[in-house]
């Protein structure tokens, strides 16, 4: 459901138990006035632009319903999604590699890179792309599940290999987890405050 930036009000019970009701986008950059039970009943992620800073004190709110909500979303692999929320958490969920992107500003979140705070990799992905989290200089939190086996494909790319993570130089550790076997050239680069790089008990390769 798309809500049009000339929507000003949204009325008691407007959507009340639409179960079909998964999404739901608002597209102005000023949040409309939003009834208590305007939602009542239903689960969705609601998504607003990324320059609506007026929405802060609007979002967090469940208006009736469970309601999450996102500066952003998309598809960042053939099975694989990802989703920024007003807490500054992207999770990569999914099955599968993420599409391996060959420059920075290539990634979906790349507008909003710095309201990434923390980054959670869901069970279920198995690599993590060169560039991915390149120049997400407030990142300060990942997680990386069991099911990931390579950081960066190591692929020669112009003039640098991996820089997955490149200059998110608010991260200071990070844990290797047990599965991961390859580790791309330069994936850290940049990230000048990374002091501790913790392996997983049972991981072989590191």
Same mark, same amino acid.
Not at 36 to 43: C, H, L, N
Not at 79 to 93: E, M, Q, V
Not at 185 to 200: E, K, P, R
């Given at each position: ?7 000003s009000?949204?009325?008691d019970y @407007?959507?009340?138990n639409?179960?079909?009701?998964? /999404?739901v &986008?608002?597209?102005?950059a000023?949040?409309?006035?939003? @009834? *208590? ?5 239903? /689960?969705? #992620?609601?998504?607003?632009?990324e +320059? *609506?800073?007026?929405? @802060?004190?609007t ?8 309601? /999450?909500?996102s ?10 999604n ?12 999914? &099955?599968g590699?993420m599409?391996? +992107?060959?420059? *920075?500003?290539s ?5 909003v #890179?710095e ?7 869901s ?9 991915a989290? +390149?120049?997400c200089?407030?990142?300060?939190s990942?997680s990386?599940?069991?099911?990931? &086996? ?5 692929t +020669?790319t112009?003039?640098?290999y ?10 200071t550790q990070?844990?290797?987890t047990k599965?991961?076997r390859?580790i791309a050239?330069?994936a ?13 008990s049972?991981?072989?390769?590191f």
């Amino acid at each position: 459901q798309s809500i049009p930036e000339s929507v000003s009000s949204i009325g008691d019970y @407007a959507f009340a138990n639409c179960s079909a009701l998964w /999404t739901v &986008t608002f597209q102005g950059a000023a949040a409309p006035s939003i @009834a *208590a039970a305007a939602f009542s009943g239903i /689960t969705a #992620r609601c998504h607003v632009p990324e +320059y *609506a800073s007026s929405w @802060a004190s609007t979002v967090n709110k469940n208006y009736g319903g469970t309601l /999450t909500w996102s500066i952003g979303s998309g598809v960042c692999g053939t099975s694989a999604n990802w989703f920024l929320g007003f807490d500054g958490t992207l999770t990569i969920s999914g &099955t599968g590699n993420m599409y391996n +992107y060959s420059s *920075a500003n290539s990634y979906g979140w790349y507008s909003v #890179r710095e309201q990434v705070k923390s980054v959670v990799i869901s069970e279920g992905i198995t690599s993590i792309s060169d560039y991915a989290f +390149y120049g997400c200089s407030n990142l300060t939190s990942v997680s990386i599940a069991d099911s990931v &086996t390579k950081i960066g494909t190591g692929t +020669y790319t112009g003039y640098s290999y991996g820089h997955c993570f490149y200059d998110c130089t608010s991260l200071t550790q990070i844990t290797i987890t047990k599965n991961v076997r390859e580790i791309a050239y330069s994936a850290f680069s940049g990230c000048h405050n990374l002091t501790t790089i913790n392996v997983a008990s049972g991981n072989t390769a590191f």
